[in-house]
């Protein structure tokens, strides 16, 4: 794989973007001196998104209060047609930002691009505007369960507001587009609690730590079948955490997981940012990866002061595997020898070793 030549592709931070007169495409396209086995890099499509909303929504949109979830009405415009929904802002840090990210939700049985729902991610605290794309096509070319990802060029009232990344919203079907199965249980944790760490010490508040996504078919097991779980990870010893995992998970999903968050030195996932999908019936349980807008290193510092708690250019912070915020995933699978030699080899061939 060719991710050493994409890493000092951003680090350049080079990138240009073309567009054509008329067009509803642009191209975001990298130089073409950067080449992949010989070849330049495709261009990646830009799709337009035209958002209509009350003016006085849509400045308050972006300049209320940070912890504010109101939602606003809006339609989207497309070919002549209205198509109706919702926006608000999506995000913890993020939402400090002017240029925020956003859910849109449409009204029952419309879709755009096929979809009902969808979230934009701003990318504001990347100047680049790649690095999380970057970790999403790694994440797509390891063949993971993940939601499909886009980018979009946003304006609402034809003012241009900026490029964004569109995400699918993850769902059930997003495990059946991967073969693992429809109807099954789907769990996320509450990402302002920091308690996703699958750790007997937050058993006592299992339900305030996650929730449970699982559609209305699989929702009636409750909490049971992940309760189950924590107690089985803290049991099985550290040598034998390989045949637990690959009588209990698809293990792909952990040690590729664990490689993508290897490679972005993403440390905002362990105990909030991932999904738990477990097949139907007493099927396999998998990792689904979220949320890499800080990948390949933080570049704002919140305890410095304004602006360089947004975006300060000479800090990053990094994330070894075996350091960083606990997960008993994590660690077992690094302490466990055959595991270990599983996640060293993906690692080399993501390199390109």
């Known amino acids: 794989m060719y991710y050493r030549i994409l890493l000092f592709l951003i680090l350049c931070g080079a990138t240009a973007t073309v567009s054509s007169a008329g067009s509803a495409q642009t191209m975001l396209v990298p130089p073409a001196a950067f080449a992949v086995e010989g070849r330049a890099l495709e261009p990646l499509p830009i799709h337009a998104l035209n958002l209509r909303m009350d003016e006085l929504d849509a400045e308050v949109l972006f300049r209320k209060e940070p912890n504010d979830k109101s939602s606003f009405p809006m339609s989207i415009a497309e070919d002549g047609r209205s198509i109706p929904g919702r926006v608000e802002v999506k995000g913890s840090f993020t939402r400090n930002f002017l240029k925020k990210s956003l859910v849109v939700k449409l009204a029952r049985g419309a879709s755009w ?25 790694l994440i797509a070319a390891l063949q993971m369960p993940a939601p499909e990802v886009a980018y979009v060029r946003l304006s609402i009232n034809d003012r241009m507001i900026g490029l ?9 079907a997003t495990f ?78 952990v040690i590729n997981w664990l490689v993508v968050n290897t490679v972005t030195s993403n440390g905002d996932t362990y105990n909030k940012n991932y999904f738990l999908h477990r097949g139907p019936g007493a099927g396999r349980w998998s990792v689904a990866p979220w949320d890499y807008d800080l990948g390949f290193g933080r570049s704002a510092d919140p305890a410095l ?18 350091l960083g915020v606990p997960h008993v995933l994590k660690e077992k699978t690094l302490r466990n020898k055959a595991l270990m030699q599983r996640f060293r080899a993906r690692m080399a061939h993501v390199l390109g070793l």
């Open 113 to 137: 691009q096929g979809r009902n729902k969808f979230a934009l991610n701003a990318m504001a605290t990347d100047p680049t505007h790649m690095r999380e794309w970057l970790a999403w096509d």
């Open 164 to 172: 964004f990344l569109l995400f699918e919203w993850i769902s059930d």
């Open 176 to 253: 059946e587009r991967q073969g693992l199965g429809s109807g099954g249980l789907l769990f996320h944790p509450d990402d302002s609690l920091f308690c996703g760490d699958l750790s007997t010490a937050n058993l006592p508040r299992l339900e305030d730590c996650w929730i449970n996504l699982s559609p209305a078919s699989a929702r009636g097991e409750g909490y049971a079948p992940l309760e189950a779980l924590v107690d089985d990870l803290a049991q099985v010893p550290v040598e034998a955490f390989d045949a637990y995992l690959e009588r209990h998970f698809n293990l792909d999903t």
């Open 305 to 322: 002061a304004f602006p360089r708690n947004i975006l300060n250019d000479n800090f990053y912070t990094l994330h070894p595997p075996d």
